[in-house]
């Protein structure tokens, strides 16, 4: 691209489809040179499910992306056949502006560069997009503030995940406290549609102290077309987490009319506790800055595999005792942090063994 006069530089805003990773929308960077024809969608949302531990290393925050690039043509294949719209922002840049992000985006793209470690609300595919953009102006970017509007991380997850409750559900148990807590506008830009909007509004001081919109014009590069719809699970965690209660409830009053508790189900239960806690406890080391303070814990930990065996040969164990402790401890935390839907009717469910094993003598 020799001369960036007849180049077109976009920022590219998918809207969701059906697959989970594809819940929060997509941002890529597109050059277009309209002399020759040369059109590249610049992608840092390229990853590979096939590498090596993938899902541990996504779940201890060392998740590698790459910056991709492919015809655009290929690009709008993919939203066409998901029916998802695509909005293309062309960009207000100056021809050494666009020099610049070209070769940013060019050295970015070596083999020895494209790699980076993907944070998902730090550092993602929209957030490296902005940055970039922001790095080629020669002026200050100025943004037009969202005054009052302070929405938690978990607060936008969920605005995402509208439909999809068990998504939902999934993003709240590993979540933790920190994702309660209130964003700034920059923090907001991790979302595809969040950053749109603000460089709609977004302008560039020039070296004259001219104002200039930073969006040149705004477009319809793929139509939005017909989506289909996958069935989720059909109870929604409020509703699985109510037949667990029911069926504690009859079991609590079996043992109540037959003086007796039933093993079996305190094992279930402490086996299904511990597993789940094993997960929340590696939270605990994973590098995502929103996990590591997750009060669910009191719930979900392992601590149940320490005291499972004395509690199957009904010896004596201050198991039960702790579990209240946990459980009160558990209710009062929820002023602070927004549990995965349904988790107080569980943690009611675990309150009800303490009662059936303290009416049998145990503690």
Not at 43 to 64: C, E, I, Q, S
Not at 71 to 100: C, D, H, R, W
């Amino acid at each position: 691209m020799a001369s960036m006069d007849s180049v077109e530089v976009s920022l590219l805003t998918c809207q969701p489809h059906e697959e989970i990773y594809s819940l929060y929308g997509h941002t890529a960077l597109r050059l277009h040179d309209l002399r020759n024809g040369q059109d590249w969608a610049f992608n840092y949302g390229v990853f590979n499910f096939k590498a090596p531990h993938f899902v541990w290393r996504f779940v201890f925050g060392l998740t590698d992306y790459e910056l991709g690039v492919l015809p655009t043509s290929i690009f709008k294949k993919e939203y066409e056949k998901y029916g998802s719209m695509v909005t293309e922002q062309v960009l207000n840049l100056t021809a050494q502006e666009k020099m610049t992000i070209y070769r940013l985006l060019y050295i970015n793209a070596l083999p020895e560069n494209c790699t980076y470690r993907y944070n998902y609300f730090y550092d993602n595919c929209t957030t490296r997009a902005r940055d970039m953009v922001e790095r080629s102006l020669s002026g200050q970017l100025r943004y037009e503030p969202r005054t009052g509007h302070e929405p938690t991380f978990r607060q936008m997850v969920h605005d995402c995940t509208k439909g999809h409750p068990w998504a939902a559900w999934g993003n709240d148990f590993l979540l933790g406290l920190k994702a309660d807590l209130k964003t700034d506008q920059r923090q907001q830009e991790f979302l595809p549609n969040n950053l749109m909007y603000d460089f709609a509004r977004a302008q560039t001081v020039r070296g004259d102290g001219r104002y200039v919109p930073l969006v040149k014009e705004t477009r319809t590069l793929v139509p939005a077309g017909v989506q289909i719809m996958e069935p989720d699970f059909p109870l929604t965690p409020t509703q699985a987490a109510l037949v667990l209660l029911v069926v504690s409830i009859v079991i609590f009053g079996l043992e109540w009319k037959r003086k007796r508790t039933f093993l079996w189900w305190d094992v279930l239960l402490m086996v299904l506790q511990g597993v789940l806690g094993l997960l929340l406890f590696v939270m605990l080391f994973s590098q995502h800055p929103t996990t590591s303070l997750n009060l669910q814990i009191l719930l979900f930990n392992p601590l149940p595999f320490i005291y499972i065996y004395k509690v199957y040969r009904q010896q004596t164990t201050h198991w039960w005792n702790l579990l209240t402790v946990m459980v009160i401890l558990f209710y009062i935390g929820g002023i602070w942090q927004d549990y995965a839907e349904g988790m107080e009717i569980v943690a009611l469910c675990l309150l009800l063994r303490y009662w059936s094993n303290l009416r049998n003598g145990k503690k």
